[in-house]
């Protein structure tokens, strides 16, 4: 059970380049996240998505797009890099709850990470 | 606006004493609370969780304890384990509107550095 899968591990990027990060997850999880870890601060929400075909922004959306063309995949794109987008990306997944309760939608599971760098 | 803060970056223990983590917030619609470990190189895992209606929740050797009076959580592992050794983040669970709508999301601290010394 591969559960969150992160594509690529690492990438170096020069300023203005373009690159799509993959997350693939094997849960049949219809909730998808993507967030940013930069040194000495929590995780923070890019965007997210609901479900297929849905997607919306979170707390640092710009200068990234996403896509969820099919449930298992979450793309997350950088259209012109920028040095202040060097940051560790994490994909995550969750389940609907059953019975209206918040708190399995937000056991979220975490992919590796993809390690970025803007040149 | 830090809604979720860990004082403490770093915290060093001895292998079979008690790790007490740390953990404030400011946010009083929060519902659920989350404590989540993560090892280098690696994403981060679900630990334990506790309801925003229940003051303790106790899962093997780690324990949370939430206090909503003074807006604070706890998270006790007993006895420490070498294995223990990693970054722990807390987790808050909220309402909040975006684009999507309404809908709900983690907010979460800048972790805790547990270093469990043999």
């Known amino acids: 059970n591969a559960g969150v899968t992160q594509t690529p591990k690492f990438r170096v990027l020069k300023t203005g380049q373009s690159m799509t990060l993959l997350c693939a997850q094997d849960?049949?999880?219809?909730?998808m996240y993507w967030y940013r870890q930069d040194p000495g601060m929590g995780l923070r929400l890019i965007h997210y998505s609901v479900g297929e075909g849905t997607t919306a922004k979170g707390e640092v959306p710009d200068g990234y797009n996403v896509s969820r063309l099919k449930k298992q995949n979450f793309l997350l794109g950088l259209e012109s890099a920028a040095p202040s987008q060097t940051s560790v990306y994490f994909c995550a997944s969750s389940r609907t709850p059953s019975g209206g309760g918040t708190l399995a939608k937000n056991i979220q599971y975490f992919g590796a990470g993809t390690r970025l760098s803007v040149l | 606006d830090q809604q979720v803060k860990q004082n403490s970056p770093s915290l060093s223990v001895q292998e079979g004493r008690i790790s007490i983590l740390n953990c404030d917030y400011t946010n009083s619609m929060f519902d659920y609370f989350l404590w989540y470990k993560k090892y280098p190189a690696e994403g981060p895992t679900f630990l334990i969780s506790i309801s925003s209606i229940k003051d303790k929740n106790e899962d093997g050797r780690f324990t949370v304890f939430l206090n909503k009076s003074a807006k604070h959580l706890s998270l006790h592992i007993v006895p420490s384990q070498p294995g223990d050794s990693a970054v722990y983040f807390c987790?808050?669970?909220?309402?909040?509107?975006?684009?999507?709508?309404?809908?709900?999301?983690?907010?979460f601290g800048k972790g805790t550095l547990l270093t469990v010394n043999p």
């Open positions: 849960m049949n999880h219809e909730y």
């Open positions: 987790a808050a669970s909220g309402k909040f509107k975006s684009s999507g709508g309404s809908n709900y999301k983690l907010t």
